[in-house]
């Protein structure tokens, strides 16, 4: 059975909001057949990484960049999980058993969010994992919009692994 990963950080309701409704998706009635396993960013492992078929991150946009636990997530999983930098640091050829395994992003902020958006990207990219939707990017106050943009991306990304 194909094995839905979603990392998240969650520290505000707006947050754990976005945060529920990606679950809720996940768990459509219409998908059947993916595992979902839900972690925190610090209690996420390499483990969790490599028996994982697909991703879903979660992060606030913190003073323009991914939340410190989400970094922290990519810190300590990055080499395990197949991530390569080329010697001037930019993102080299990842041969790791992850490359292009899909991913979906989740980022809030109350300001600005592209800070946090290309952090993500950028590591993703290292880790050539393939975007398979895209970046849902909420402003402010959460709304039923907003949480129902999180429904899709997680209902988009579990229906992927459930097509096999």
Known sequence: ??????VHHSPTPS?????DAVLAGTGDDAIEG?????RAALDADADDVLAADG?????????GYMSGALKHFFDSTFLAVGGSLAPDGSAGESSGSTAGRPFGLLVHGRYDTTGAVRSVLSIVGALAWKQSAEVV??????????CGKGYELGATLAAL???G
């Open 1 to 6: 059975m194909p094995r839905l990963l979603v």
């Open 15 to 19: 947050v754990t909001a976005l945060t």
């Open 34 to 38: 993916v595992e979902v396993v839900v």
């Open 55 to 63: 991703y879903l991150l979660g992060t606030p946009a913190n003073f």
């Open 137 to 146: 990017e909420v402003m402010g106050d959460v709304d039923d919009d907003a």
């Open 161 to 163: 692994l459930a097509e």
